[in-house]
């Protein structure tokens, strides 16, 4: 399962100064290993082991310490607390957890991650009562927008992302409120601030998750984001070369620990993660003849007879 390595070495140095400096707007659409290093881990106590022993689970480091996440541990978000979309609350540090090992990090339009407090922070700014701090577009936006949006018609060839609208008087999509998610669109213009507009194919579906194909990206952006998205964990860094990532894989005896390395970008029978932890089998995708793994997400050529691939599955014609 060994993938090439060698274009990815000159960005490791990259990839781990993003793990270390926290989640910045690029980081849109992206997911991101949560998992922590064996140096972590091990300093678990039974009782956390124990939380952390069901299929699914795994540790983070939170301040250098390991944290379970697992259905013993997650709590929904209590009020006062932000989390980034889809995660939970830890029961006893009161911080946010993520669903699964590698997963996204969308706080919302006005919140930041904060890889510290494992908490959305809201985003400061100078703004009136009455406003919000919008960072990616470096203004100031209402609250009453949540219920009274000063929209417009969007000119034709352009949308807004989902929780956006079209600003009448701005003339660019601007978020509903500070909880909006991050543009969801493949075609987003971080320039114009709308998805679309751009003369050119636009690429298939997709909701921009893992990364997603933008248009418009060069060759080299891709294999950035590949990276980016998938930073190597302390325990990958240990076992693999590269940007590679370390996944167990099931021993005859049991019990032995084994490790392949692989890339979660393009890895078919780990795509997105290792399976079990977030990741995907794309060769088990039912009724498929030719199937890839695009930065992390399944994709499907070709079906066998009687199915037609619709780009992630294969359906009966
Ligand atoms: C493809 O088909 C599957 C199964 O019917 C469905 O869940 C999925 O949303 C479809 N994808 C697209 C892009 O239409």
Not at 116 to 141: A, E, I, L, M, P
Not at 260 to 287: K, Y
Request: net charge neutral; glycine share 14%; charged share 15%.
């Amino acid at each position: 399962m060994l993938k090439s390595t060698t274009i990815f070495l000159t960005l490791i140095s990259l990839a781990s100064s993003v793990s270390a400096g926290g989640f910045g707007g690029f980081s849109r659409g992206s997911s991101f290993n949560f998992g922590c290093g064996s140096s972590i881990k091990q300093k678990a106590t039974h009782e956390q082991k124990d939380w952390c022993s069901s299929s699914g689970s795994f540790f983070t480091d939170y301040k250098g310490s390991p944290l379970c996440c697992s259905d013993h541990t997650r709590t929904p978000p209590s009020n006062g607390i932000t989390c980034p979309f889809g995660w939970s609350q830890h029961f006893k540090a009161g911080c946010c957890i993520p669903p699964q090992e590698v997963s996204p990090c969308d706080c919302g339009e006005g919140y930041t991650y904060d890889k510290n407090t494992h908490k959305c922070v809201k985003n400061t700014g100078k703004c009136h009562g009455g406003q919000w701090w919008h960072d990616r577009s470096v203004t100031c936006c209402d609250d009453s927008w949540q219920h009274n949006p000063p929209k417009g018609d969007c000119p034709s060839g352009i949308k807004c992302p989902s929780g956006w609208f079209w600003h009448k008087n701005d003339k660019k999509c601007r978020p509903n409120g500070p909880r909006s998610p991050e543009p969801d669109c493949d075609d987003w213009d971080e320039h114009n601030h709308c998805c679309g507009g751009h003369t050119g194919p636009s690429q298939g579906p997709g909701k921009g998750n893992n990364g997603g194909n933008k248009w418009g990206w060069k060759r080299n952006d891709i294999q950035q984001q590949q990276t980016l998205s998938f930073p190597q964990t302390d325990l990958d860094k240990m076992y693999c070369p590269g940007s590679l990532h370390a996944c167990t894989v099931p021993t005859a005896g049991g019990g032995e620990w084994a490790y392949e390395c692989v890339d979660f970008a393009t890895e078919l029978e780990a795509c997105g993660g290792c399976v079990g932890s977030g990741g995907q089998d794309c060769t088990q995708i039912p009724h498929s003849l030719a199937v890839g793994c695009e930065i992390g997400t399944c994709a499907v050529y070709t079906c066998k007879q009687g199915f037609q691939a619709n780009g992630t599955s294969c359906v009966a014609v």
